[in-house]
């Protein structure tokens, strides 16, 4: 059965603390929804209601386009280990670009990761806990380092120039804010 919280306690951090990914969706009015798998070192939770999140570079650039209509955010975590598990953050986000002044002190809380594109900030309202008994139980054999490889093959100017020619528009046309980093 679901249970929902005001906050992240000390059992859902861990819990998220465990899993290799989370999903993040997001969406604004007339625009298709999108549901992002999310990985490598990049979620850091910063009390019982808030979190951050390294958006690195890739495909697309939907979150940050969504969140300039919309700041509706929901985050998932789910186990594909013993314990069967879904958390789910709800709340408000927002994005910060490398040109704002609190990108430093924030970005200080994730490794140096190549690509490193936005970083959104998420007041949570309400998390929320279901089973999970449906999940199949995996393993992980691996992080990929295809996005990593990628991104420092490219250097500052080819990221730079990817992001203007391939991020600054949603699928849906909307503008992304990206020229904030360039």
Same mark, same amino acid.
């Given at each position: 059965?679901a249970?929902?919280?005001?906050?992240?306690?000390a $059992?859902h951090?861990?819990f998220?603390?465990?899993?290799?990914?989370f999903f993040?969706? #997001?969406?604004a009015?007339e625009?298709?929804?999108n549901l992002?798998?999310?990985?490598?070192?990049s979620?850091?939770v910063m009390?019982?209601?808030r979190?951050?999140?390294?958006?690195?570079t890739?495909s697309?650039?939907? !979150?940050?386009?969504?969140l300039a209509? $919309?700041?509706?955010? !929901?985050?998932?975590?789910? #186990?594909?280990?013993?314990?069967?598990?879904?958390?789910?953050?709800?709340?408000?986000?927002?994005?910060i670009?490398?040109s704002?002044?609190?990108?430093?002190?924030?970005?200080?809380?994730?490794?140096?990761?190549?690509?490193a594109r936005?970083?959104?900030?998420m007041?949570?309202d309400l998390?929320q806990t279901?089973?999970?008994y449906?999940?199949?139980?995996?393993?992980?054999?691996?992080?990929?380092?295809?996005?990593?490889?990628?991104?420092?093959?490219?250097g500052?100017?080819?990221?730079?120039?990817y992001? $203007? !020619?391939?991020?600054r528009?949603?699928?849906?046309?909307?503008? !992304?804010?990206?020229?904030?980093?360039l």
């Amino acid at each position: 059965m679901a249970k929902q919280f005001n906050g992240f306690d000390a $059992d859902h951090q861990a819990f998220m603390a465990a899993q290799p990914i989370f999903f993040v969706a #997001s969406t604004a009015p007339e625009a298709r929804i999108n549901l992002s798998p999310k990985g490598m070192d990049s979620l850091r939770v910063m009390g019982p209601n808030r979190l951050i999140w390294l958006n690195l570079t890739g495909s697309g650039n939907e !979150t940050a386009a969504h969140l300039a209509l $919309d700041p509706r955010m !929901t985050v998932m975590w789910c #186990s594909f280990g013993l314990r069967p598990l879904i958390l789910r953050a709800y709340g408000l986000a927002r994005t910060i670009h490398r040109s704002d002044a609190e990108w430093q002190a924030l970005a200080n809380h994730f490794p140096d990761l190549p690509g490193a594109r936005q970083i959104y900030e998420m007041a949570v309202d309400l998390v929320q806990t279901s089973c999970g008994y449906a999940v199949p139980r995996m393993e992980l054999t691996e992080e990929r380092q295809t996005l990593r490889a990628w991104a420092e093959d490219k250097g500052s100017a080819g990221l730079a120039d990817y992001w $203007d !020619t391939r991020n600054r528009l949603s699928i849906d046309g909307l503008p !992304t804010g990206i020229e904030a980093n360039l």
